[in-house]
């Protein structure tokens, strides 16, 4: 279908971006790669009369260190965040999600703050995001404010972002001494995960010493597996305490049932992919 027509606008700074969303209200949409906007609009799920450009806007592009963090701007196409020395070095967690994120054509056009703004459950960066502590960086008319991940995904493809601000670029804290694994389970290569695991893992000799895991599809939003978390904390680094703490994965969860499956076996693979990514980010297997 064809959208519903609309006027376009592709400002150069995000403060002229800021000041058509101000004036243009609810009746504006920003467009980043439009991989999802896009199928939304020639929908016609949404027919917003002016349409915010931001693929013009140059400081929302790139990777970059920032001493203790590195930064990742808005507009960065998963093809460049995904291959990014930085981002393999500091959040290898990343780099692995997005090697099985959509196929060529999305990973270059689509933007790693497109993905996350739009905050769909089945989303591949969202959870790597929370396992990460990342913090988001969001722009508005009263300045900039930094959202942690646990408090960035708010509902169902609803994000701590407010309908005037913009989402500029994530900070993931460099973390030392950090194992990291990316689990998803597709029936299609390159398909959005039915579900997907992304952990991190300290260990100390061969004690897990910290462990923050992010679930994808579990529930309306990405969610941190906390009850595993917590189980792990002190363990040895062997598959049997892994294994133990790893039937809690499902806990405080409410996952979907759909045409891939139904809550419970997405439960199953919760606990199964976070078994496989904690023993892989402690290097146990
Ligand atoms: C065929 C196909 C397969 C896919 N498979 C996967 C997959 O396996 N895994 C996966 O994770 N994703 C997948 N995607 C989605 C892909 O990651 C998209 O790139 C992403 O969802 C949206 O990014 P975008 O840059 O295209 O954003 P857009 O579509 O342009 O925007 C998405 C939403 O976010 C808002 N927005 C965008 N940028 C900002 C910003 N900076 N600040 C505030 N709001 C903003 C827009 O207003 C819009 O509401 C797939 C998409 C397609 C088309």
């Known amino acids: 279908?064809?959208?519903?027509?609309?006027d376009y606008v592709a400002p150069t700074s995000v403060e002229d971006a800021l000041a058509a969303l101000a004036q243009h209200g609810d009746d504006a949409k920003?467009?980043?790669?439009?991989?999802?906007?896009?199928?939304?609009?020639?929908?016609r799920l949404n027919a917003p009369e002016m349409v915010i450009d931001l693929g013009r806007i140059e400081s929302l592009r790139g990777v970059r260190d920032d001493g203790d963090a590195i930064v990742i701007g808005a507009m960065t196409p998963h093809a460049v965040v995904g291959s990014d020395p930085l981002v393999e070095e500091h959040a290898t967690l990343i780099s692995k999600a997005i090697e099985h994120l959509a196929d060529a054509?999305?990973?270059?056009?689509?933007?790693?703050?497109?993905?996350?703004?739009?905050?769909?459950?089945?989303?591949?960066?969202?959870?790597?995001a929370l396992a990460l502590g990342a913090e988001f960086v969001i722009q508005g008319p009263g300045g900039t404010r930094t959202v942690a991940a646990d408090d960035f995904f708010v509902d169902l493809f609803e994000t701590a972002i407010g309908d005037d601000e913009i989402l500029t670029e994530v900070r993931i804290p460099k973390r030392g001494g950090w194992g990291a694994q990316y689990e998803k389970f597709v029936r299609v290569a390159h398909q959005w995960p039915i579900v997907a695991v992304a952990a991190t893992v300290r260990t100390d000799g061969g004690t897990i010493a910290e462990a923050r895991i992010g679930l994808t599809n579990m529930g309306s939003t990405p969610l941190r597996a906390r009850a595993v978390e917590e189980a792990l904390a002190g363990q040895p680094a062997t598959e049997d305490a892994?294994?133990?703490?790893?039937?809690?994965?499902a806990e405080g969860t409410e996952p979907?049932?759909?045409?891939n499956g139904d809550a419970d076996y997405r439960r199953h693979l919760a606990r199964v992919l976070t078994r496989r990514a904690v023993l892989a980010a402690a290097g146990v297997a």
């Open 242 to 249: 892994v294994r133990a703490a790893a039937e809690q994965a």
């Open 30 to 43: 920003i467009i980043a790669g439009g991989q999802s906007l896009l199928p939304v609009l020639r929908m």
């Open 1 to 6: 279908m064809i959208p519903a027509a609309f």
């Open 105 to 128: 054509q999305v990973r270059h056009r689509g933007t790693f703050g497109g993905a996350l703004a739009h905050a769909d459950p089945a989303g591949d960066l969202g959870a790597p």
């Open 256 to 259: 979907p049932s759909d045409l």
